[in-house]
């Protein structure tokens, strides 16, 4: 027990906090950035002494500084952003360019440079806030959601220090996730430098190719559809002049349904699946000329690489056994 006492009394002498000082501030986590008018509107999520609920505060400004400065003052408590993190970012305001949002909070040194940015999706900041109000979550709900990895999930690596890194690369475009108005997280925003240029869709199998995920969840049209888990997947590249041959490998088996097709028949059609599902992933990209996957690093470190680029996919996924005799 006195080990303990000796532990906090140090933490609280080398962070020079106390419970009044604490008391006194506005630990910020969650904040929402929308523009109109050319004004900045900044919200976030608070709640107040000795009340349970969320309550919202808004300010705004012609600068991302006036507009947090104006938020500090109508908040009961002083603005505390070293704990600040996710920026979730209006869609309008995206497509302007976010580099004000990247100088304001990267060069501002009470703020941790490992928060999450999401961009909003068909909506604004008020929307997102207020539905995170009437579904009761917690500010930490948000963070879970973009920080978290599971298999199929639609999450990339979107802190800012990552965002800039690709911005600042030749050989890769940024991206981020989206946020749609109910809170879900489907679809990855595009980039060139800091403004956004569109959508893919295709999030799982972005994840598959730049190897974030080693399995993918797909849907197979037989007399009845059935699920199939592709695991364990491999992949190998190989380049030769101006053309990429990118071939996966890894093991299938049914995990919901039933398909009254042999062996063979049944692994062509989830090869065919998986192979048209990446070459439309790739398709979209080529469209905006967003090299996400950062092929012109890997390659040739140059911005217009990826969009000459001739990119083949082959798939070599093998079912798990199966009584076949069942299936003839």
Known sequence: MKKIIICLFFIFICTGCNYTELNQISIITLLTIDKKNNTYFIQSLTTDENIEELKSYEGKGKTISSALNDLDLKLNKKMYLSHLQTIIISEKLAKEGINPILNYFLKNE???????????????GKHILNKIKKE???LNNIYNLVSREKMNSPIINNTVNNFLKNMLDDGIDPSLNYINKNLEIKNIALFKNDKLIGKNTHTNEINLLTGMNKSILISIKCKNNINVIINNIQIREKKKKNKLI????????IIDGTCFLKNASLNKKINNKLTSSLKKTIDELKIKNADILGLGKKYNNEKNYFKNLNIKINTKIRLNNRNEEYYE
């Not at 009470?110 to 068909?122: G, H, K, P, S, W």
């Not at 990118?246 to 088996?253: C, P, Q, R």
């Open 110 to 124: 009470n703020v941790r440079d490992n928060f999450y940015l999401i961009i909003a999706e068909n909506t604004d």
């Open 136 to 138: 009761k979550l917690s």
């Open 246 to 253: 990118i071939t996966l490998y890894g093991t299938s088996e």
